[in-house]
Nanobody, 115 residues
């Protein structure tokens, strides 16, 4: 079983950037598909993007080219680079690992976009 810890959230002005990290431990990170989700107050959790074992990526429509998901298997870490942030990007961001039917979640990191 893999344990996940997110970091990098915070308060940023509209148009700013943040890089979130998801550090994994406890298993072979390279075997997992990784994903970022977000949940804003009053909203359901939604998928932001995914990156497979082979580093293929898939993004939600609302990303509009602003976010990039990457992974560094040597560091057991997945990243979410977020640029051109908007107030509507404000949410708790969580990472998820998946291998076959097994999934694990981190506790999340808060991103607030506000002037």
């Amino acid at each position: 079983q893999v344990q996940l810890v997110e970091s990098g959230g915070g308060l940023v002005q509209p148009g700013g950037s943040l890089r979130l990290s998801c550090a994994a431990s406890g298993s072979i990170f390279s075997l997992y598909t990784m994903a970022w989700y977000r949940q804003a107050p009053g909203n359901e959790r939604e998928l932001v993007d995914t990156i497979t074992r082979g580093s293929s990526t898939n993004y939600a429509d609302f990303v509009e080219g602003r976010f990039t998901i990457t992974r560094d298997n040597a560091k057991n870490t997945a990243y979410l680079q977020m640029n051109s942030l908007k107030p509507e990007d404000t949410a708790a961001y969580s990472c998820k690992s998946r291998k076959y039917s097994s999934t694990n979640w981190g506790k999340g990191t808060q991103v607030t976009v506000s002037s």
